[in-house]
């Protein structure tokens, strides 16, 4: 099979340039009659009962995770709770080595999840834990990496559109949010073929210009965008993001406004659409 590693770690604005179902089969998925969980997103419909989880259950240890250079942690948790684990990040406001990082923004990203119905970022609340302020975010399992994949994977023939139009999704996001560091760290499979997506410590800068390329939209997806004002990110993100970061939030989409128009001018309403393929 032809294997094509997309490059992340390659400038950020040629990100899935070519064919964004070119990759790696993912060989981990369970076969029907398996019993293994499928479905990482186990927080689906019980969002707020995760949030108040994170908020309170106990960390048992906590031990350095060797992927990220911010440090994160990951806490284990008493069993028989929803989940096993949640990660710790404590990264401060400030510069660091050059880039602007924040453990705030972690929560201002799930949060902007909930209210684009994006359905990709865990659960992620701010919590003090002896006397640190940090993020606690949901362990999303099972899943694995598009580095651990060995680059972006190819879903079989029956998740294809979905999978497709997921990728586009995660990009319009990425984009909205100023995310410079989408790596393939980032980008988690699980066997059900959802995407999720983490690590969202140097977003939400003041920087308005468009960080990922985009050749496709999904149209659900950018009616919520176009609906975002500052009022509702002031009331939903507020705490987390400053005002002039705020006003970069809707730059941004109205620089995705100006890209969107001229693929439709170069490809046509119907192509840079992604109408009835799969959600």
Same mark, same amino acid.
């Given at each position: 099979m032809l294997r094509r590693r997309l490059p992340f770690a390659a400038p950020v604005t040629v990100l899935?340039? !070519?064919?964004?179902?070119?990759? *790696?089969?993912? !060989?981990?998925?369970?076969?029907?009659a398996s019993a293994a969980p499928t479905e990482a997103r186990t927080w689906l419909?019980?969002?707020?009962?995760?949030? !108040?989880?994170?908020?309170?259950?106990?960390?048992?240890?906590?031990?350095?995770?060797?992927? @990220?250079v911010t440090k994160p942690r990951r806490a284990?948790?008493?069993?028989?709770?929803?989940m096993k684990y949640l990660v710790w990040k404590t990264i401060r406001p400030g510069l660091y080595g050059g880039y602007w990082e924040s453990y705030k923004s972690?929560?201002?990203?799930?949060?902007?999840?909930? *209210?684009?119905q994006l359905n990709m970022v865990p659960p992620t609340v701010e919590r003090v834990h002896k006397g640190e302020h940090g993020a606690a975010i949901m362990w999303a399992?099972?899943?694995?990496?598009?580095?651990?994949? @060995?680059g972006p994977p190819t879903a079989p023939p029956a998740e294809q559109n979905s999978w497709a139009r997921q990728l586009v999704r995660a990009k319009m996001f990425h984009n909205l949010i100023a995310n410079i560091d989408p790596n393939e760290g980032n980008w988690l499979v699980d066997p059900g073929w959802h995407l999720i997506l983490v690590d969202f410590s140097r977003c939400f800068t003041a920087d308005t210009a468009?960080?990922?390329?985009?050749?496709?939209?999904?149209?659900?997806?950018?009616?919520?965008?176009? !609906?975002?004002?500052?009022?509702?990110?002031?009331?939903?993100?507020?705490?987390?993001?400053?005002?002039?970061?705020?006003?970069?939030?809707?730059?941004r989409r109205d620089n995705l406004e100006k890209k969107i128009n001229q693929?439709?001018?170069?490809?046509?309403?119907?192509?840079?659409?992604?109408?009835?393929?799969?959600?």
């Open positions: 899935f340039a !070519a064919s964004i179902l070119i990759g *790696v089969p993912y !060989a981990q998925s369970p076969s029907p419909g019980r969002g707020a009962e995760m949030e !108040a989880y994170l908020r309170t259950v106990e960390m048992l240890s906590l031990e350095d995770l060797s992927v @990220g284990t948790l008493p069993p028989g709770g929803p972690e929560i201002a990203a799930y949060e902007l999840d909930k *209210v684009l399992a099972p899943t694995k990496s598009f580095k651990d994949l @060995g468009l960080k990922v390329a985009l050749t496709r939209v999904d149209p659900d997806l950018w009616a919520r965008m176009e !609906a975002l004002d500052e009022a509702t990110l002031t009331r939903t993100i507020g705490d987390w993001v400053g005002k002039g970061e705020r006003k970069a939030i809707l730059k693929l439709v001018k170069a490809r046509g309403e119907a192509y840079v659409f992604m109408k009835d393929i799969g959600k």
